[in-house]
């Protein structure tokens, strides 16, 4: 299974951003597809996951702000990121696990600036 995340750039403050991670590959059911981050310094953070079954998990600090969908068909997974802060500037890495593995995309950089 391969994942290729897309999507990150440079915004301002209070602006939005959507990362979109499509994997390829054959992936059991049910799974789990989320977005991680990390900040310099910092340890790799869960941010939001959505299983396939469509429940979804948010991180306290991106509740309300951020929203992860995925599309089974597509075997896609978004995260629209709204109201952004300063504080979420990181790597985002999107992932996919099922009960025997666990994959990982290359990360892509959003930066926020203040």
């Known amino acids: 299974v391969q994942l290729q995340a897309s999507g990150g750039g440079l915004v301002q403050a209070g602006g939005s951003l959507r990362l979109y991670c499509a994997a390829s590959g054959i992936i059991r059911r049910p799974n789990v597809m989320g977005w991680y981050r990390q900040a310099p310094g910092k340890q790799r953070e869960l941010v939001a996951s959505?299983?396939?079954?469509?429940?979804?998990n948010y991180a306290d600090p991106v509740k309300v702000r951020f929203t992860v969908s995925r599309d089974n068909a597509k075997n896609t997974v978004y995260l629209q990121m709204d109201n952004l802060k300063p504080e979420d500037t990181a790597v985002y890495y999107c992932?996919?696990?099922?009960?025997?593995?666990?994959?990982w995309g290359q990360g892509t950089q959003v930066t926020v600036s203040s």
């Open positions: 959505v299983t396939s079954g469509g429940s979804a």
């Open positions: 992932m996919v696990k099922d009960f025997r593995s666990e994959f």
